[in-house]
């Protein structure tokens, strides 16, 4: 089974277990221990869309990886400018 975890925050490229292709990028994620079934969860926001996401078990992903790094908030917001004795 695929740990999910390092996934998120990211643009993905997933192949489901149906052979369908979908990418996107993962907003949300669910370690197994907080899903009722027991296993982990993510969400992916498609390309150009607002408004919904597309749900994954880790059970239904035959393969995913990481088509493009997404910076986090606080890695693309400009460095603090260091404070000068007066």
Do not use: W
């Not at 996107?24 to 197994?32: D, H, L, Q, R, S």
């Not at 498609?46 to 997404?70: K, L, R």
């Amino acid at each position: 089974m695929i740990d999910l975890y390092n996934y998120r925050f990211q643009n993905v490229k997933i192949i489901d277990i149906d052979g369908n292709t979908h990418t996107g990028f993962v907003e949300y994620y669910t370690p197994a221990i907080n899903d009722p079934d027991n296993t982990e969860n993510i969400a992916i926001r498609p390309p150009n869309t607002t408004g919904y996401v597309v749900g994954f078990t880790a059970a239904d992903i035959s393969n995913i990886e990481i088509i493009g790094i997404t910076p986090s908030p606080q890695q693309s917001a400009p460095p603090l400018k260091e404070l000068q004795p007066a």
